[in-house]
């Protein structure tokens, strides 16, 4: 899930990402064919050759046939397999579940075939399962933190050179999902419209990505809409630096208050939030235990993020639930998290 930097990774740009509780596993075991069956408990069963290509699939399963056809690429012996899939995460919710399930199979995989996982690696090729097998222009974050997130703490994610830095929250800070139970699925929304917007300023100022472009630089951008989005991308990055220096100083209502920012430019500029996200995020921030709050993830639908006092949790979950439910009919699922540890990989005993 990301604290900050929203729809920066395509654009080169720094985004704060954390891993959580939650878990995708793939318990797999050598077949002595070239089959590969797989049984979610989400989406039922399924099976293919190891040859197979993406539209002799189920959609679902391509995820994990678009890791094994990347690997066999490179060489990797992948030998056939049986995989039960289980998840806690949430499908649909914007806290990376297609992510978690393209690393924990590319670390499976990689295990089946006597390699030990690159985590950096297996996220690059997450990341190209996205882009090139099921049709989404994604940035790398999700797959990145997937794999190689901390336990306790957020990491800065330079998404040019994939640098990671390790982080803190300050000690009396809690983070809070809150999903708004809304649903929209990522290639049906107009994700890849936003990058092509950014792609176009980028051309037009002269500039490798957004990354590297000022606000002075959109003087000239005559398209109002072009020059919303790349504003927020712009000043997001900047967000992130200053988040991060925040936390260092160990300051939770600065952070707080960058990301109630960030909410506005992605609802405003970047036009990725919707009436249950403004709402959540407007309902959380309003709690006087709440730092800030924001939209997570790609946006339309999902989830939201606060930053809340420690000792306060319990408090701020109910008022926020009950607030929510009150306005929406809809009760939604909230749920206080600790940053967790990214992908590993446990041998059957």
């Known amino acids: 899930m990301n604290l900050i930097g929203e729809h920066t990774d395509y654009n080169d740009g720094f985004v704060l ?6 878990e995708t596993v793939v318990d797999a075991t050598q077949r002595s064919d070239d089959r590969v069956c797989l049984r979610s408990e989400g989406y039922g069963e399924t099976d293919f050759r190891l040859d ?4 002799q699939v189920e959609p679902w399963a391509r995820y994990v046939l678009g890791m094994l056809r990347l690997l066999t690429e ?4 992948i030998p056939g397999f049986d995989a039960a899939i289980t998840t806690t995460i949430p499908v649909g919710a914007s806290l990376s579940s297609s992510a978690a399930l393209e690393v924990a199979s590319g670390f499976a ?7 030990v996982p690159d985590p950096v690696h297996i996220a690059k090729l997450g990341q190209r399962v996205e882009n090139e097998i099921i049709g989404i222009q994604s ?17 800065l994610i330079d998404c040019r050179t994939l640098a990671t830095t390790a982080t803190k929250l300050p000690v009396d800070s809690q983070i809070v999902i809150m999903d708004t139970m809304t649903r929209r699925e990522l290639a049906d929304s107009e994700y890849d419209n936003r990058r092509a917007s950014c792609e176009r300023v980028a051309s037009a100022v002269g500039v490798e990505a957004l990354r590297d472009a000022s606000i002075e630089d959109l ?5 109002a809409v072009d020059r919303r989005r790349a504003t927020h991308v712009i000043t997001e990055n900047e967000r992130v630096l200053r988040s991060v220096d925040a936390l260092e100083a160990g300051d939770a209502a600065l ?3 960058l990301m109630c920012e960030s909410h506005t430019s992605l609802s405003a500029d ?12 407007d309902i959380a921030a309003s709690q006087e235990n709440c730092f800030g709050a924001r939209m997570t993830g790609g946006g339309f639908a999902g989830c939201a993020v606060a930053l809340v006092q420690r000792d306060s949790v319990d408090g701020f979950i109910a008022a926020v639930s009950g607030a929510y439910e009150a306005q929406t009919g809809e009760h939604p699922d909230l749920w206080a998290v600790a940053p967790s540890q990214g992908a590993t990989v446990e041998a059957a005993t």
Request: hydrophobic content about 45%; aromatic content about 6%.
């Open 17 to 22: 990402p954390m891993g959580l509780p939650f």
């Open 74 to 77: 490179e060489g990797r012996a």
């Open 270 to 281: 970047y036009e990725v939030s919707s009436e249950a996200l403004d709402l959540m995020a």
């Open 52 to 55: 197979s290509t993406p539209d």
């Open 139 to 155: 940035g790398i974050m999700d797959q990145l933190i997937s794999a190689v997130a901390i336990e306790g703490g957020p990491t």
């Open 255 to 257: 952070f707080g208050e």
């Open 219 to 223: 003087a000239n951008i005559t398209d």
């Open 109 to 115: 995989m990689s295990a089946l075939a006597d390699v």
